[in-house]
T-cell receptor
């Protein structure tokens, strides 16, 4: 069964460093999403992406964040200058339309 | 106030018990999702529904649009059902999901 994959599974970085989280969505899906979950809190929407552009973003998704679909298969989330409060589990998801979203296993980001 | 509220926050059951988890929402939605999050963190979609009732194996999900309420039922619960169950809603004009805080279910043998 097709699945969403994410790499790395765990990323440790120093405050102020740039990180890139990578996702490979399900191949025939058109909508892509990033969510995050701070430890002990609920999952929060960051951004959705369709037709090679951001379709919606939350107030969390400020100028430090960017997304890209560089090669037609990968979908990346870049955080330019990480802060301690960026430590969280980041989930990528994809869907074929406005229906069931399929989630990746997540990347645990730890900012020291 | 959260747009999506779940109850209870924590639930402990004995194997075989019938379990109900509730979700209430305060916004207009196009669909509601029930998801399962395992201890390792992975999220699996269980149901998406916009009306009525859906059943998959021992899981049943219902939604009442007028009352803005949904329930997830687990029949003949088993320790492997232990997980966090999350309610999330799609608002009408957007694809983003708005999540509830989750219900931590522990089923004891």
């Amino acid at each position: 069964e097709p699945e969403v994959t994410q790499t790395p599974s765990h990323q440790v970085t120093q405050m102020g460093q740039e990180v890139i989280l990578r996702c490979v969505p399900i191949s025939n899906h058109l909508y892509f999403y990033w969510y995050r979950q701070i430890l002990g809190q609920k999952v929060e929407f960051l951004v959705s992406f369709y037709n090679n552009e951001i379709s919606e973003k939350s107030e969390i998704f400020d100028d430090q964040f960017s997304v890209e679909r560089p090669d037609g298969s990968n979908f990346t989330l870049k955080i330019r200058s990480t802060k301690l409060e960026d430590s969280a589990m980041y989930f990528c998801a994809s869907s074929s339309h406005s229906d069931t979203q399929y989630f990746g296993p997540g990347t645990r980001l730890t900012v020291l | 106030k959260n747009e999506v509220e779940q109850s209870p926050q924590n639930l402990t059951a004995q194997e075989g018990e019938f379990i109900t988890i509730n979700c209430s929402y305060s916004v207009g939605i196009s669909a509601l999702h029930w998801l399962q999050q395992h201890p390792g963190g992975g999220i699996v979609s269980l149901f998406m529904l916009s009306s009525g009732k859906k059943k998959h194996g021992r899981l049943i999900a219902t939604i009442n649009i007028q009352e803005k309420h949904s329930s997830l039922h687990i029949t003949a619960s088993h320790p492997r059902d232990s997980a966090v169950y999350i309610c999330a809603v799609h608002r009408g004009a957007t694809n983003k999901l708005i999540f509830g805080t989750g219900t931590l279910l522990a089923v004891q043998p």
